[in-house]
């Protein structure tokens, strides 16, 4: 389980009123889970109308997460309306029940488990994540990793470097900054010096959860840097589609020039032509790019549409 220090897990005061049980769906679950977990727990729920013990199961959720009165959130998803969030998260049998916290799944349990165990599971949850009476979230820390987050985004890698680089100045642990600053590292293609930060990283950061998908994009960066230029592979691949070994080093070529959809798209497109081609290589590259990407980012969710789209076809 993940370091839960940074964060307290509080409700808003200025939305006290708002119910905190809602419907989710792919439209609104990067704002009702991911971001919403940010400053407190939510309790995902997936459920299907035709799941008896999902019948069971749900009221009592509903009730607890009430109880709390806004200190934690539930966000329920049918599972039949809902099939990508489902097949992202593993959902192989319902009622499946995840806690989120600082974006990331943090514990779950399996099947209707009784009142009082229920209660106690999420007691120990908002415990860890600091308690509910007391919140002590830093708003100006949350709205800093947003700005840097957007930044990042627009490509302005070494801005929102100097924002995470203070914010760790005043917070040491917090994960947040630190795998953002390890994000400026690989745009600004120091893989080197990123992989030595990993390295060096108190116990309480290389511990959390949230930090393996910067591993992964760390992995991924110097697979990449191997690969050679995406304009003479391109070349060669028009002489000779067949090449397998060539689509998927244009695949990473691509990536590592920050051209995340292209590269998506050649690894699906060797997928499609040659599944086992390399014991799945291209299949399994591809869960490396969701990984580092993230599961609630618009090109992982279409990407693993268009590859069980393939796989199944």
């Not at 005043?170 to 690989?186: Q, S």
């Not at 699906?268 to 290589?281: H, P, S, T």
């Given at each position: 389980?993940p370091s839960l220090s940074f964060l307290a897990?509080?409700?808003?005061?200025?939305?006290?009123?708002?119910?905190?049980?809602?419907?989710?769906?792919?439209?609104?679950?990067?704002?009702?889970?991911?971001?919403?977990?940010?400053?407190?727990?939510?309790?995902?729920?997936?459920?299907?109308?035709?799941?008896?013990?999902?019948?069971?199961?749900?009221?009592?959720?509903?009730?607890?997460?009430?109880?709390?009165?806004?200190?934690?959130?539930?966000?329920?998803?049918?599972?039949?309306?809902?099939?990508?969030?489902?097949?992202?998260?593993?959902?192989?049998?319902?009622?499946?029940?995840?806690?989120?916290?600082?974006?990331?799944?943090?514990?779950?349990?399996?099947?209707?488990?009784?009142?009082?165990?229920?209660?106690?599971?999420?007691?120990?949850?908002?415990?860890?994540?600091?308690?509910?009476?007391?919140?002590?979230?830093?708003?100006?820390?949350?709205?800093?990793?947003?700005?840097?987050?957007?930044?990042?985004?627009?490509?302005?890698?070494?801005?929102?470097?100097?924002?995470?680089?203070?914010?760790?100045?005043?917070?040491?642990?917090?994960?947040?900054?630190?795998?953002?600053?390890?994000?400026?590292?690989?745009?600004?293609?120091?893989?080197?010096?990123?992989?030595?930060?990993?390295?060096?990283?108190?116990?309480?950061?290389?511990?959390?959860?949230?930090?393996?998908?910067?591993?992964?994009?760390?992995?991924?960066?110097?697979?990449?840097?191997?690969?050679?230029?995406?304009?003479?592979?391109?070349?060669?691949?028009?002489?000779?589609?067949?090449?397998?070994?060539?689509?998927?080093?244009?695949?990473?070529?691509?990536?590592?020039?920050?051209?995340?959809?292209?590269?998506?798209?050649?690894?699906?497109?060797?997928?499609?032509?040659?599944?086992?081609?390399?014991?799945?290589?291209?299949?399994?590259?591809?869960?490396?790019?969701?990984?580092?990407?993230?599961?609630?980012?618009?090109?992982?969710?279409?990407?693993?549409?268009?590859?069980?789209?393939?796989?199944?076809?």
């Amino acid at each position: 389980m993940p370091s839960l220090s940074f964060l307290a897990a509080t409700p808003d005061p200025g939305a006290a009123a708002a119910d905190p049980v809602k419907d989710v769906g792919l439209a609104n679950f990067m704002a009702e889970v991911i971001e919403a977990s940010r400053t407190q727990i939510v309790v995902v729920d997936f459920w299907a109308p035709w799941c008896g013990p999902c019948k069971q199961l749900t009221p009592v959720l509903e009730k607890i997460v009430r109880a709390h009165k806004g200190a934690v959130r539930l966000a329920k998803i049918d599972i039949d309306k809902n099939p990508e969030i489902a097949q992202q998260m593993q959902i192989q049998s319902i009622p499946a029940v995840f806690a989120f916290f600082r974006g990331q799944p943090i514990d779950g349990f399996m099947g209707a488990l009784p009142e009082a165990q229920i209660k106690s599971w999420l007691d120990h949850l908002i415990k860890a994540a600091g308690g509910a009476k007391d919140p002590a979230p830093d708003a100006g820390f949350n709205t800093a990793l947003e700005q840097a987050a957007g930044l990042l985004a627009q490509g302005e890698s070494e801005t929102a470097q100097a924002i995470y680089t203070d914010i760790l100045a005043e917070e040491p642990t917090n994960t947040g900054a630190f795998a953002g600053l390890l994000r400026c590292l690989l745009a600004q293609k120091q893989i080197s010096k990123a992989k030595e930060m990993l390295a060096a990283a108190p116990a309480e950061l290389a511990k959390d959860k949230a930090l393996d998908p910067v591993r992964t994009a760390i992995e991924l960066a110097e697979q990449s840097g191997a690969t050679g230029n995406a304009a003479e592979l391109e070349a060669k691949l028009a002489q000779n589609p067949s090449d397998h070994q060539v689509r998927f080093d244009l695949a990473l070529a691509h990536y590592a020039e920050g051209r995340k959809e292209q590269a998506v798209d050649q690894l699906l497109e060797l997928v499609r032509r040659a599944r086992a081609w390399n014991e799945e290589a291209a299949r399994k590259q591809l869960v490396k790019l969701f990984e580092a990407m993230g599961p609630a980012d618009p090109l992982t969710i279409s990407a693993r549409k268009r590859l069980s789209s393939v796989l199944f076809s």
